[in-house]
């Protein structure tokens, strides 16, 4: 079975090739590739090569293949694994093995990644129950199951106690108000959506420097339909406010049970702990990208007030599981954090640019041979080809979000790649 696929040979060195892959064994899975969504993390991998932690330190001469948020269906099932899994099925990976090497797909093999028209799944990920079968009405939003994991993750890391009896509660407070610090953002979206749509608070507060990002984030998760789920979502851009802490207390009359830090930046974590009521919980979620970073809190407000500091990163199989429930009972729409849709074709170049984010996540079509196009900007090459046209009007008709009736019109009119 030959594959197109993006191998990463050293950092900043990507290229779309087509090679040969091995005949699968009798513990292993042929999977066609469907979608991939495209993550930040990823470029850091490839801006970083074999210095990455999970990227293998012989990729020149056994280069990797990208793309760790797949979905895809079996086109062959190895002998050992007949009747365990079938042909057609669909399925999304969990790509963080937990390995002592540290390698995961979309960072360390060479014939499993997302960016990939066929892979072969290997032992170690159906071992580990990482290989996950999904149900959903749409391959993209199998895709977006493990970044909504890690948030889901996230969520799960709150935890609050009763100080009568001191019995702890995990998760966010539910009927509780909750805090997005730096949350216009792909994860930030992932947040808003599970809060209302899972976490069961009754007011969720994004924050952010930028009224442009703070515009899109409410364009794709609004007030009206927090609102319809029973939650007031108020998104605040601190950039224009004189003393953003008094704000915050101010909205949330009088501080946040829960508050996730989406920004790695201290003064957000300082924050953070700030604008906690007592026995607030803050979840610091943003990786920092040095080693050292320091932050400051008011530890006299740890120790009387109650303030709890967690820190979450990754997920797990039953994460995503877990996920994969909330989509298909339509309590989540993944379609809020995409903003962009392209081809295998197109890959390099639009991870390339990650260099200066834009948008949230960018979801690519591993079969077609696509530019990178805006979802908000379909309209505008509706000239070019009565392809966008009509995706324009689809997408229009869902509130202007990418959905199911959207990417089975593409799938089946799309040039191939």
Known sequence: MKTKAVRLYGAMDLRLEEFELPEIRPDEVLLKVVSDSLCASTYKAVKQGTMHKRVPSDIAEKPIIIGHEMCGEIVEVGAKLQGKWNVGQKIVIQPALKLETGYDPGYSYQYIGGSATYAVVPKIVLERNCMIPYEGDAFFKGSLVEALACVFRGYLGFYHTDYTNYVRTDGAKVGGRIAILGGAGPMGLGAVDLASGYAGVKQIVVTDLSEDRLSYARSKCTPEEAARRGTELIYLNTSDVADPVAKL?????????????????????????????????????????????????????????????????????????????????????????????????????????????????????????????????????????????????????????????????????????
Not at 300 to 317: F, L, Q
Not at 341 to 358: F, Q, R, Y
Not at 385 to 398: G, Q
Request: charged letters at 20%; one cysteine or more; hydrophobic letters at 45%.
């Open 249 to 417: 207390l101010e909205i949330s009359e009088g501080g946040f049970d829960d508050v996730f830090v989406m920004v790695p930046v201290p003064a957000l974590f300082t924050m953070a702990e700030q604008i906690c009521r007592e026995d607030g919980c803050v979840n610091f979620f943003a990786g920092p990208p040095v080693h050292d970073m320091q932050g400051s809190l008011n530890l006299y407000r740890v120790h009387y007030d109650g303030i709890h500091v967690v820190g979450t990163a990754g997920s797990i199989p039953k994460d995503m599981e877990d996920v994969i429930g909330l989509i298909e009972a339509n309590k989540i729409n993944p379609g809020t954090l995409v903003s962009h849709i392209c081809g295998l074709n197109a890959v390099i170049d639009t991870l390339m640019a990650m260099e200066k984010p834009n948008g949230a996540k960018k979801v690519c079509y591993t079969h077609l041979n696509l530019p990178l196009i805006a979802i908000d900007e379909l309209d505008q090459w509706a000239d070019k080809d009565p392809l966008y046209a009509e995706l324009a009007k689809i997408v229009k008709n869902n509130g202007g979000l990418w959905c199911a009736e959207a990417e089975e019109y593409l799938l089946a009119n799309a040039p191939k790649i």
